[in-house]
Nanobody
Framework: VQLQASGGGLVQAGGSLRLSCAASGRTGSISAVGWFRQAPGKEREFVAVIRTSTGATYYADSVKGRFTISRDNAKNTVYLQMRSLKPEDTAVYYC???????????????WGQGTLVTVSS
């Protein structure tokens, strides 16, 4: 499975961005796709995850109500719509895919290359 993340960029605080994660290869083995982020000097942290079969979603408290994760199974793509962005959302965002819903990076088998999101104050 290969994952391609895209959509990052520079945005002002309060603005919006939509990230995309396109999967290719043996996508039938994927049951969950998550987004993680890593700011400079910090550990990679969970942002959101979606169960690809049912569309069930889970969010970190820090993004709940501002971010929405969704999927388009026909396109093998998962999206992360980010609204009301804050400077503390600045990080490299990674998408990851695995066999079950999880909140820790080690539970995911496949990773995209990361896309940088910078939120200016």
């Amino acid at each position: 499975v290969q994952l391609q993340a895209s959509g990052g960029g520079l945005v002002q605080a309060g603005g919006s961005l939509r990230l995309s994660c396109a999967a290719s290869g043996r996508t039938g083995s994927i049951s969950a796709v998550g987004w993680f982020r890593q700011a400079p000097g910090k550990e990679r942290e969970f942002v959101a995850v979606i169960r690809t079969s049912t569309g069930a979603t889970y969010y970190a408290d820090s993004v709940k109500g501002r971010f929405t994760i969704s999927r388009d199974n026909a396109k093998n793509t998962v999206y992360l719509q980010m609204r009301s962005l804050k400077p503390e959302d600045t990080a490299v965002y990674y998408c990851a895919a695995g066999s079950f819903v999880a909140w820790i990076p080690q539970q995911y088998n496949y990773w995209g290359q990361g896309t940088l999101v910078t939120v200016s104050s």
